[in-house]
């Protein structure tokens, strides 16, 4: 039975599933899901991501590494730990930049917790020769009792989203409903709202913003990163640790369904071809931010990846670069405005650092 023809069936027999079931299954089936079963990044796959476009982008976050390994008072031995790794070619990047620091290296403990085992086969390969010792652990909860500096490059995005819709707005947070996944008359799937309001629970979890929702506005709720960061602070409790996301979303919370399927660049309906099309939604940086600081955490408000690359010295690293290789000048010339220009990824995406209380500044998100 095909994956489609097993997700009708499963709808059919337990009823609708949450847009957040929905996206877990695509994306995570361990038989049929979309990472499980494929690599998809770089131009020849489904999606391009900064570390595929630069070397760049993974080498000055290595000096944001080293910065924040002094900051944290140099501790030996730490942890370095990605969230969804990919295929390995930030952390690459990331340990070649941080051979300029051989203490920091030698002090260095690689994590990586990535939910495909394909990806995870890549990222052996890529790290095979890589200077620091790396291993995989399932999740933040198996990494050693150690100083732990996390990141995540557009790991939040794939994390699933649930979908509520309001009402009723004289209701106030009693007009708000969920969204569905259901079958139309002929089994085909598609968006149905839930019968009743949601439960009192879930409208706590509503971010700030919900009360300016008119009739229709949809609001997207990222539990599984609230769950995340959760446990991120109950780790940065008893030790020191930053964590460094960066990823496609608003500053501040927005009303709409921004759930996309992509393939091969291209976006598609996302009922179109599920666990053969990448699903993610934007982040919401406020609410992210809001959720951090009420679990305890220090949080570094967001800033765009424009402003965070270019205080790292993006543009100094792509200088040095077009010295030493002059034919790759115009290569370098493009890949930065890629990663850079306010039409490109340079203010989509945003950078947000969360960590434990007590350490200075975060290096790219102050002045
Ligand atoms: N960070 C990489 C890859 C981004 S794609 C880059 O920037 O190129 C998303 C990554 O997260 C993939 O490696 C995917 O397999 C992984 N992933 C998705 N959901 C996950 C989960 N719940 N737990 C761990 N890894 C996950």
Redesign the pocket.
């Known amino acids: 039975m095909s994956f489609k023809a097993r997700l009708i069936s499963r709808i059919k027999d337990g009823g609708p599933i949450t847009v957040a079931e929905y996206m ?1 299954l695509c ?2 089936d361990p038989v049929d899901g979309y ?2 079963t494929r690599d ?2 770089g131009s020849d796959g489904d ?1 391009i ?4 476009i630069s070397q760049m982008f993974g080498e000055v976050l290595g000096l944001w590494v080293i910065q924040s390994w002094q900051d944290m008072g140099r501790p030996d031995p730490f942890t370095l730990a ?6 390995g ?2 952390m690459a990047d990331i340990l070649r930049a941080v051979q300029l620091a051989p203490d920091c290296l030698a002090a260095m403990r690689v994590s990586l ?4 085992a394909a ?1 995870e086969a890549v990222q052996a390969r890529t790290l095979a020769e890589a200077p620091a010792p790396v291993s995989w652990a399932k ?1 933040l909860s198996e990494l050693p009792d150690m100083p732990l500096i996390i990141i ?4 939040l ?3 699933p989203i649930r979908q509520f819709i309001q009402n009723d707005p004289f209701a106030g947070a009693a007009g708000w409903y969920e969204r569905l996944v259901s079958l139309d008359e002929e089994d085909r799937l598609t968006f149905a709202r839930s019968p009743a309001p949601i439960p009192e629970p879930l409208q706590v979890m509503l971010p700030a913003g919900h009360e300016d929702a008119r009739k229709d506005d949809l609001l997207e709720v990222n539990l ?1 990163a609230h769950l995340l960061i959760n446990q991120i602070a109950d780790i940065f409790k008893t030790r020191k640790g930053r964590a460094l996301f960066i990823d496609y979303g608003p500053e501040t919370t927005e009303f709409g369904d921004t759930l996309q399927a992509l393939k091969r660049h291209e976006k598609v309906g996302v009922f179109s071809d599920p666990g053969n099309t ?1 699903l993610t939604a934007r982040v919401d940086f406020e609410a992210l931010a809001g959720f951090a600081e009420t679990a305890g955490l220090a949080v570094s408000p967001s800033v765009t990846q424009q402003t965070f690359l270019s205080r790292l010295g993006i543009e100094m690293r792509a200088a040095t670069l077009a010295r030493a290789q002059p034919e790759a000048k115009e290569k370098l010339a493009r890949q930065l405005h890629r990663l850079m220009d306010s039409e490109q990824m340079g203010t989509l995406f945003r950078v947000v650092c969360l960590q434990s209380k007590g350490l200075p500044g975060v290096l790219g998100l102050q002045n």
Do not use: K, Q, V, W
């Open positions: 877990a994306l995570l990472y499980p998809p990044l999606f991501t900064a570390p595929e990605e969230l969804g790794p990919g295929r070619i930030m917790i990535e939910a495909s990806l999740d995540g490059n557009e790991y995005d794939c994390l599984s990448d």
